[in-house]
């Protein structure tokens, strides 16, 4: 049960039986696969982010976390950093989000990783069944050509020893 | 002009729900309800697939407790194929039995009711959740932390899933254990002794501050129902049901799966779409009755683990009788965690636990087959009739939330007597009501097969029917 310390933890969530909700997953699995020679990686994909992953978030030296949304145009990708946010009254206890993981890891195990990023992949549809849409179908390569880029330098950014604060 | 409160959503439930209570003219609560408003229709479309695929499909059911289906779906369908599973099978099925329990408990005790037990039934809702309790004790956060992991990371090490697995199947399982996942498990075991024991150190140094929630929390009498052996020792994944009666009394022994039908029914009420289960030859409601950790430990005489009968002696000096106030499946919740430590342990240690030989086959050799084990949150049932192809033509799924639906809506009403008065109540109140329903940690997904989310409401209607509040969280 040892929590590698990864020095870039990919973490994606979805459904794979619902249509885009699905995208994450199946970008972890590209991700898992261009990535397994390649020490220091580690992919976990899962139906949705439990608060027991706060302590591979908490211990990674760099996050890419991988979801989708409803409100984002269809086959858009977004790539932004995440700050860490305590959950408030509504908050759900048996899935967090990436900035709720963040301040979880951070509460608990008193740590940060040194960059957490997400990419959220605009859905267009999450009915029932295994298929993405067109525009996200479309937006698959674009898609693991931005991982690829993000975690190469995320891998590279964690080479280099931690500024001094 | 009477009026009704409605609680919408209750949260920290698996699923969703909504309360309703209905005050009369003077403002006193006159009825209150426990809504579940999801339909999901599992046993319909079940039908027409082929018996087999039934573990991996109803296991969708659920994130939280897909391994109570896929076993209990997996037994039903031997039952069709009349087959006796391998030694090696049965005990790597109840490892994961063990597993998910323990983990699922403490998502219950560490992640949905420490933030009430810990930070105060009345403290700053912003606060209390998993993060207060993080901030508060981050030692009982890690401790939570450490046993979910603890038994989703057997899961996964069973059935490389940590969520839905495929691993069980009809027959058995599709892969034995190795040595190297066995010493991996047993390298586990003390710090889930220690995060065990935090807890249950944690929950005897708070109990007793809830006097008052004690006393209402669905505190009265009632029937218990749950698995039992025949050395009356507490039984998961075998055994048979034992139903007992306010004084502890058996009314009814020895219900095998095939038997359930038989002797249990399901009746509707126009506010939920979950079903209120009862025991036919008590009629409805007089043949309702409890199940889960409470009626568990009310039911046997010993838990069969050396540290569990231990904390089961204590336990038993609750009460002279049954343990009445729901508030003290907590407290069930922790000693069958423990249990479930000790019973993996155990298991690991059955010298035929590597054993390769984990499945047997067979085809259709019944067209009627039915299985039965304990959730976490209480007795699960699958019965299923297929045609001679396999094929499924109808199906049954009697869940946990489903056998404590009526206690939970007499407990909702019995607090809501308590805490709201003359049509005012605050919102430590209003977190009281929801807290009752959610000592039985009911999962509402499975209650309802239901899909998607449900947000659960308090609302509060008067004598001519109007809303006159409503909290929405």
Redesign the interface.
């Known amino acids: 049960m040892s929590s590698t310390q990864a020095r870039c933890l990919i973490l994606a969530c979805g459904n794979t039986l619902r249509g885009d909700d699905g995208v994450g997953l199946w970008l972890a699995q590209w991700a898992e696969q261009r990535f397994s020679l390649q020490s220091g990686v580690r992919v976990i994909a899962d139906h949705q982010w439990t608060p027991e992953l706060a302590e591979d978030v908490a211990r990674a030296h760099s996050v890419l976390f991988i979801d989708c949304s409803l409100s984002l145009e269809s086959g858009s990708l977004h790539l932004s950093p995440v700050e860490p946010v305590s959950g408030g009254p509504e908050h759900n206890t048996h899935h967090l989000g990436a900035a709720e993981l963040l301040a979880l890891g951070r509460e608990l195990y008193n740590s940060l990783p040194r960059e957490a990023l997400q990419l959220t992949i605009g859905a267009g549809s999450t009915e029932l069944g295994e298929g993405f849409s067109d525009s996200v179908t479309a937006a698959l390569p674009a898609a693991c050509c931005l991982i690829e880029e993000t975690v190469l330098r995320l891998l590279s950014a964690s080479e280099y020893p931690e500024p001094a604060h | 002009m009477s009026q009704t409160i409605t609680i919408d959503p209750v949260?920290?439930l698996?699923g969703h729900g909504k309360i309703t209570i209905q005050l009369n003219p003077q403002g006193e609560v006159e009825d209150a309800h426990f809504h579940v408003t999801q339909v999901r229709g599992f046993e319909k479309f079940c039908e027409g697939r082929p018996y087999y695929e039934m573990p991996s499909l109803t296991a969708?059911i659920c994130?939280?407790c897909p391994v109570s289906h896929l076993l209990a779906s997996a037994k039903a369908c031997e039952a069709i194929m009349a087959v006796r599973i391998p030694h090696t099978a049965a005990q790597l099925r109840r490892l994961l039995n063990m597993a998910q329990m323990v983990q699922s408990h403490a998502?219950s005790f560490f992640?949905?009711s420490s933030p009430d037990l810990l930070l105060g039934m009345e403290s700053d809702?912003?606060a209390?959740?998993?993060?207060g309790v993080?901030?508060a004790r981050?030692d009982l956060?890690?401790a939570?932390?450490g046993l979910?992991?603890?038994g989703?990371?057997i899961i996964e090490l069973l059935g490389t899933k940590?969520?839905?697995t495929g691993w069980v199947v009809p027959g058995g399982v599709t892969e034995p254990l190795s040595s190297a996942h066995r010493d991996?498990m047993l390298a586990?075991i003390p710090k889930a002794y220690a995060d065990l024991k935090l807890a249950i150190t944690t929950y005897k140094q708070i109990a007793g501050s809830f006097k008052s929630e004690i006393k209402v929390f669905a505190n009265f009498p009632s029937n218990y129902l749950g698995l039992i052996n025949e050395d009356e020792s507490i039984e998961f994944t075998d055994g048979a049901l034992r139903l007992i009666d306010p004084k502890g009394s058996i009314i009814e022994d020895g219900i095998t799966a095939s038997r359930f039908t038989e002797v249990i029914g399901e009746a509707v009420e126009n506010y939920s779409y979950t079903k209120f289960v009862y025991y036919k030859p008590l009629g409805y409601p007089q043949g309702s009755y409890r199940v889960g950790p409470l009626p568990r430990l009310n039911i046997v005489k010993q838990m069969g683990t050396p540290q569990a009968d231990k904390e089961l002696a204590e336990f038993k000096q609750l009460a002279a009788g049954p343990v009445e106030s729901s508030f003290f499946y907590h407290h069930a919740r922790l000693v069958e965690a423990l249990y479930g430590i000790e019973r993996i342990e155990q298991i690991l240690a059955d010298p035929l636990i590597l054993d390769k030989h984990v499945r047997a086959t067979a085809g259709v050799n019944r067209l009627d087959g039915a299985g039965q084990i304990e959730a976490p949150r209480g007795t699960l049932n699958h019965h299923y009739k297929v045609d001679e192809n396999g094929k499924m033509t109808w199906a049954s799924l009697v869940v946990a939330t489903g056998h404590n639906n009526n206690a939970m809506n007499k407990g909702v009403l019995q607090s809501a007597k308590a805490y709201v008065k003359n049509g005012k109540f605050t919102p430590g109140a209003l977190n009281r009501i929801e807290a009752v329903i959610r000592t039985f940690d009911p999962c509402l997904s499975c209650s309802t097969h239901a899909f998607g989310q449900m947000p659960l409401s308090l609302t509060l209607v008067n004598a001519d029917g109007e809303v006159v509040d409503r909290l929405v969280?």
């Open positions: 949260t920290r698996e969708r994130g939280i998502l992640h949905l809702p912003v209390r959740n998993i993060f993080a901030a981050p956060g890690l939570g932390i979910r992991r603890f989703q990371h940590r969520v839905h991996e586990m969280r």
